[in-house]
């Protein structure tokens, strides 16, 4: 089992930057891949970012540019750094980790966007 627990969810105005985390334990060896998926109200769940166990980091196209995705091996953390937030990244973020076949979800943190 892995278990992920994420934290740095709030609010903040249209342009703001929010730093997500998130913490792995467990068995967290032989992890494929982390990242960072989202879901807005009323929307089915989309990926934001992941990057994988060699590196290799894929984003959203909504997010490019905006959205940083980054890892600490020596923490077992992922970091989502999100900067000039819109009201459309409005959504409850989900950190997953991949092993094998398995996804495993932390319990998500809300990030809204509003003036």
């Known amino acids: 089992q892995v278990h992920l627990v994420e934290s740095g969810g709030g609010l903040v105005q249209p342009g703001g930057s929010l730093r997500l985390s998130c913490a792995a334990s467990?068995?967290?060896?032989?992890?494929?891949?982390m990242g960072w998926y989202r879901q807005a109200p009323g929307k089915d769940r989309e990926l934001v970012a992941t990057i994988s166990a060699g590196s290799i980091i894929n984003y959203a196209g909504s997010v490019k540019g905006r959205f940083t995705i980054s890892g600490d091996n020596a923490k077992n953390t992922v970091y989502l750094q999100m900067n000039s937030l819109k009201p459309e990244d409005t959504a409850v973020y989900y950190c997953?980790?991949?092993?094998?076949?398995?996804?495993?979800w932390g319990q998500g943190t809300q990030v809204t966007v509003s003036s």
């Open positions: 467990g068995s967290i060896f032989n992890i494929n891949a």
């Open positions: 997953n980790a991949k092993k094998y076949q398995t996804n495993y």
